[in-house]
């Protein structure tokens, strides 16, 4: 009797140990299925189009600085984050007055926002906003020459290490005119040429990269000032 409760005592705990893994299993394929649905969710987009069309779009943005560069231009799909409910979308083109409007946003599919602007006649305001947009393309002119920038600031690097090698060269050179026991021939002639050659070429390419260098800071500074 003791020996048949031992063996179905150790029956039923080998069965929870091997269901235990089963329901841990099954606990974490149903995990990782709810991970891809959420995961497959379509990317959501609002559309908007304007009259006049190309008018600027501003999403999120509780002060809206027109001199910035938009974040869309109509006609235009906004990306929507997985989650937002609402979109806070302002609208600008000089002449019309700015609209800001928040939009609620459909659960599954692409919503649609169609906007009439309304034309202003205040000069005052059409004078502020032409003023805006002269301000945006400095700004604008301003990045592009920061990047640019880059190309004289490269060039001068370049020069740099160049420079460094053709004074080197012109050490080594010397070191071998001055340990030369033969002060005559082809060959004792060959290493001062060649001194005299990497010399000249390590005070070009000096000049070069200090030339190039001054164009970078140059225009770096007109950049910055521009884009501010």
């Not at 089963?22 to 891809?36: E, G, I, L, W």
């Not at 740099?160 to 030369?180: F, G, L, P």
């Not at 060959?190 to 164009?215: C, E, M, P, Q, Y």
């Amino acid at each position: 009797m003791t020996l048949r409760f031992l063996v179905f005592l150790a029956a039923v705990l080998y069965g929870i140990s091997i269901a235990s893994p089963v329901q841990d299993s099954t606990q974490a394929q149903a995990k990782d299925s709810t991970a891809t649905i959420k995961t497959s969710q379509p990317q959501r987009y609002l559309h908007v189009a304007t009259n006049p069309t190309m008018s600027d779009i501003y999403v999120n943005k509780l002060h809206t600085d027109f001199s910035s560069k938009p974040n869309y231009v109509s006609p235009g799909f906004i990306k929507v984050p997985q989650g937002d409910t609402t979109v806070r979308v302002t609208l600008f083109q000089a002449g019309y007055r700015d609209t800001t409007i928040n939009i609620s946003l459909s659960e599954k599919d692409t919503s649609y926002l169609i906007v009439a602007l309304r034309q202003s006649y205040d000069t005052e305001l059409i004078d502020a906003q032409n003023k805006l947009l002269a301000q945006r393309k400095r700004k604008l002119l301003g990045h592009k020459l920061i990047w640019a920038s880059l190309v004289p600031f490269a060039a001068s690097a370049v020069s740099a290490i160049v420079t460094h090698k053709y004074i080197q060269d012109a050490k080594d050179d010397h070191k071998a005119i001055e340990n030369s026991r033969i002060r005559k021939g082809d060959s004792y002639q060959d290493k001062k040429d060649s001194f005299a050659d990497n010399r000249d070429k390590a005070k070009r390419a000096k000049v070069i990269g200090g030339t190039t260098l001054g164009v970078g800071i140059v225009v770096l500074s007109a950049g910055l000032i521009l884009s501010f």
